[in-house]
């Protein structure tokens, strides 16, 4: 079993035991006498091909991956890998485009129920709905991602040879009443739409981050290449095949970067339509030559780290010519270390003076276009003298709204301040006679209390005297009654 095969397995809920026989047979049958199964099949089919491309087991730029073969255990120790960034153990594959040929139908083939005899009606459905694209087509119709009135036909189908079976299959149907039979799965690269806006969206995101400098934007073909090879899979790199479709997607129909064939540029948040200037060439051209020079770098350090050891092993095994063989190559990387550090340093002195200016750059003109905002403003108030009359004017409102103030004040009725001072004195012993009322009532209450309290007190006690005394004549009797004899008992009871 392929590794496409056993992934998909793995991981596609539609892809359940039960459910095999029915994928894997020539449900092109159904379209007419249950659209709803076969358009839940096209679907698994559609869906279980772009999730695996996504990961990267569909296919290797000229290597088809089957399990068994040495080419094979590379890319699938790298793609099994999951999370490994070493790039010496990535293999690039195709993850934006599929292609359908006789080695995909192997990989899909299936120990028990054989070859999905169906796949060229899956993909048939996927280029009738733009969720798949064919190569050829999207690299020179813009738009044809979107929804068109042109349908792929391809040259082959209009063969003398395909156009007799064409018309044996028709008589076929009219006279037996068979339906037509699945499509031949034509030979063909698709883009996958889906998985190419993801990726899309995934480097416009990384690219154009909040903490994101002008610089930042700027990439060469080659810088643009190894910063986003792992976008979509860290154990995968995308192909030459995807990036070329990914870069025209971007540029073209999404108009999120400007792309010359050698630089690109991400369109900031400022700049609507981004063009690609000579000063960003030379930018892109700088950033790649500081990655090429910190690559040599490491791998001078590198290499002088394992020329050190080989000599310290020479003059431990007694091989005095290959330890002298090994300082003198090490001294000579030494040297090619230094010329590459000394450069790595005048270029990073460079880039950093043109970070550096390109910041005053974009200052200046926030400067300019804050003169301009406050010119348009101060225009807009008129002047230090504009402001100067206003003021004036506002203040000569305000005192005449204070005479007719005073004058309306003047013109209603008199009142004598006497009465006035009457009236309130008037109103205040009101005011504490109310209170004065109120307080001797909350006393009388409080005193009506107090006699309840003590009365109810006192006739307790009462009740208390009167049982202590019935208790007391009780135990009298009680005394008299064992000092008596049992004859005056008698005599008493009679």
Do not use: C
């Not at 491309?53 to 000229?62: D, M, N």
């Amino acid at each position: 079993m392929s590794d496409l095969l056993n992934y998909i397995l793995n991981n596609e809920d539609a892809f359940r035991r039960n459910r095999l026989p029915s994928l894997y047979s020539d449900f092109t049958l159904q379209k007419r006498t249950n659209p709803d199964g076969y358009a839940v099949n096209v679907a698994a089919w559609e869906q279980a091909l772009n999730h695996a491309a996504r990961r990267g087991y569909t296919s290797s730029r000229g290597v088809r991956r089957r399990s068994g073969s040495l080419s094979v255990s590379a890319s699938s120790t790298a793609k099994q890998s999951t999370g490994n960034n070493n790039p010496s153990l990535r293999k690039k594959t195709d993850h934006l485009v599929l292609r359908t040929d006789e080695s995909l139908l192997r990989d899909l083939e299936s120990p028990e129920w054989g070859r999905p005899v169906a796949l060229g009606a899956v993909f048939e459905e996927a280029l009738r709905k733009h969720t798949m694209v064919a190569l050829p087509v999207y690299r020179t119709i813009a738009g044809s991602l979107q929804k068109s009135q042109w349908r792929i036909i391809d040259p082959g189908a209009l063969s003398p040879w395909n156009v007799m079976s064409w018309g044996m299959r028709q008589l076929k149907g009219i006279v037996v009443g068979s339906d037509e039979s699945a499509p031949r799965l034509q030979v063909q690269e698709l883009v996958l739409v889906e998985n190419l806006r993801e990726t899309a969206d995934l480097v416009v995101k990384k690219a154009t981050r909040a903490n994101a400098s002008k610089l930042d934007l700027i990439y060469s073909k080659e810088s643009f290449v190894e910063e986003y090879a792992t976008v979509l899979h860290d154990a995968t790199e995308l192909s030459d095949e995807d990036f070329d479709v990914l870069l025209l997607y971007l540029s073209r129909d999404t108009g999120a970067i400007a792309y010359d064939g050698k630089t690109i540029k991400f369109k900031s948040s400022s700049d609507e339509t981004p063009a690609i200037t000579q000063e960003d060439t030379t930018i892109a051209s700088i950033k790649t030559l500081l990655s090429t020079m910190s690559k040599q770098v490491t791998n001078l350090e590198a290499k002088i780290e394992e020329l050190n050891m080989s000599a310290k092993t020479a003059l431990a095994n007694k091989n005095r010519i290959s330890a002298l063989s090994a300082v003198r190559s090490k001294k000579l990387a030494e040297g090619n270390l230094k010329q590459r550090l000394d450069t790595l340093v005048q270029l990073e002195q460079i880039y950093s003076n043109i970070e550096q200016a390109a910041g005053q750059v974009e200052l200046v003109r926030v400067m300019e276009a804050s003169t301009g905002v406050l010119r348009g403003l101060h225009a807009q108030v008129g002047g230090a003298e504009r402001v100067e009359d206003v003021l004036e004017e506002l203040r000569e409102e305000m005192t005449k709204v204070d005479e007719v103030g005073s004058i309306m004040n003047e013109a209603g009725p008199v009142v004598d301040e006497g009465e006035i001072d009457d009236e309130l004195e008037a109103l205040e012993q009101a005011e504490r006679d109310t209170k004065e009322k109120e307080e001797a009532t909350q006393t009388q209450q409080k005193l009506a209390e107090l006699d309840r309290l003590k009365q109810a007190s006192d006739e307790a006690a009462r009740k208390k005297l009167a049982e202590q005394n019935v208790d007391a004549v009780l135990a009298e009797n009680i005394d008299k009654l064992s000092d008596m004899s049992v004859e005056d008992r008698q005599m008493l009871a009679k």
